[in-house]
């Protein structure tokens, strides 16, 4: 205990003394190499399904929503205890850590468990609620299958990676979530095509790296200074949770209404067909791809802006949340240039033959890159917000982007401009949510100025 303390007291001096650009540099590689991965091997299932037909994408695509959905829930628990866990050790507070630490993943696990058991039950419906066609339905549910297997394991694995990072661990984190990614790139081509399991091969390939990660990080949590997991600390108290849902809230309406809105994205899609559906869901993993530096940067800066925060040095999470603003605000400008000019090129690389699906990705994606810039100042200010505990603006900011804003871009998209209004709705909405994340960011960085009694 006495070397766990010692460790901590120098991990303190280090978060909150440290120059704040370096630090978030620091703590920004790995969290960085983590998302690049994980985002090339959730792209890797839609580029090798690709190759069978329009069909399969699409399955991918229609299935990715549940996806979104767990990632909620999960992000729910992982952040909403990560947040607490890093002001905790902000104000020196271990013991509260270490109880809402293991309370947000035992009741994760427990949730992913039931989850599963509902998906196999009402398999059909799920799917054809998430915007499955009938033609696209048996390939779903080939995919959707391993999925559910390994719902608990994807969703702990998401607990514990947020944990660890929050508590400025992002390289132990990082091992776990990337040998994960990296084995489930090797598998997929070996299931999908080898083993001639086709579309289900791909799930059932990110089934068995998930649960790989699953069995690192639950080996690695709790090393050299992190916090342990132990049923013992499980205490479900409502002190706990109304902690977890102070922090965790924002992710869940940001997770889970973009779950809804890809969903409604692909229910929409389906009336111009499946090819409509296959080029949505590749120009979205693009995306996930292009976005994932700007993520993995932000949580770069969460544990900065959370210990500092803990520790009452406001001005240390000021300066930490411009550095990252403006850092990722370059790369989302280079990044939008190169994106629209080589779009077709992008688009070619999952189906080269499938012209019709080139033209509708490329003009997608696009649209995207126009107000991609956003994106970056979005994405900072949520994660700022959601930190510092300002529970209602982070929520509302992160329900914004790809919740309620993209549903109604969608609605009156389509109502108005037929496939280019749905195309076209996840840019406007990435617009709309900038004009939020604008006053809701400068309000809470003018509160930040003044010592808080």
Not at 321 to 333: I, N, Q
């Amino acid at each position: 205990m006495k070397e766990a303390n010692f460790s901590q007291d120098r991990k303190f001096i280090l978060m909150t003394t440290h120059p704040v650009s370096k630090l978030v540099l620091r703590l920004a590689v790995p969290s960085i190499i983590t998302m690049m991965i994980t985002a090339i091997y959730n792209m890797a299932d839609t580029f090798y399904v690709a190759g069978i037909d329009v069909q399969s994408p699409a399955a991918v695509g229609v299935v990715f929503s549940y996806m979104a959905f767990i990632q909620a829930i999960a992000f729910f628990f992982g952040q909403g205890s990560a947040n607490y866990i890093s002001r905790a050790l902000g104000a020196r507070n271990r013991e509260g850590a270490l109880l809402i630490a293991s309370t947000g993943f035992f009741t994760a696990l427990f949730t992913g468990i039931f989850i599963a058991v509902t998906g196999f039950i009402f398999m059909d419906d799920i799917l054809l609620t998430l915007g499955s066609t009938e033609t696209i339905l048996p390939y779903a549910r080939a995919y959707f299958r391993y999925i559910l297997i390994g719902t608990p394991f994807i969703m702990c694995s998401f607990v514990m990676n947020n944990q660890m990072r929050f508590q400025g661990n992002a390289f132990v984190s990082m091992l776990g979530i990337t040998a994960g990614a990296i084995l489930n790139i090797i598998l997929d081509p070996i299931f999908i095509f080898i083993l001639e399991m086709g579309v289900a091969g791909a799930s059932f390939a990110t089934m068995i790296s998930q649960i790989v990660s699953f069995t690192l990080l639950l080996h690695l949590t709790g090393r050299r200074d992190g916090i342990p997991l132990s049923i013992r600390n499980f205490k479900p108290k409502f002190s706990h949770y109304k902690e977890i849902t102070a922090g965790g809230l924002p992710s869940l309406g940001r997770q889970g209404l973009a779950s809804i809105s890809l969903a409604y994205m692909n229910q929409l899609a389906g009336f111009y067909g499946d090819t409509a559906i296959a080029a949505l869901s590749i120009v979205f993993r693009v995306m996930m791809f292009a976005t994932a530096i700007v993520l993995g940067f932000g949580q770069g800066f969460q544990p900065v802006c959370g210990f500092n925060f803990g520790a009452r040095k406001f001005d240390r999470v000021r300066r930490a949340f411009w550095f990252s603003a403006g850092v990722t605000a370059v790369y989302c400008a280079a990044l939008s240039v190169t994106g629209y000019i080589f779009a077709e090129n992008i688009i070619a690389l999952f189906r080269p033959d499938d012209l019709e699906l080139i033209a509708l990705g490329a003009r997608a994606l696009r649209y995207e890159c126009i107000v991609y810039s956003t994106v970056s100042f979005v994405t900072i200010s949520n994660m700022y917000l959601q930190n510092t505990r300002r529970t209602i603006r982070a929520s509302i900011l992160a329900a914004s982007r790809q919740g309620f804003m993209l549903a109604l871009a969608l609605y009156f998209g389509r109502k108005f401009f037929g496939l280019t209004g749905i195309i076209a709705a996840q840019p406007v909405a990435d617009a709309l949510t900038c004009l939020v994340a604008v006053p809701f960011a400068f309000s809470a960085l003018r509160e930040d100025k003044s010592p808080r009694p």
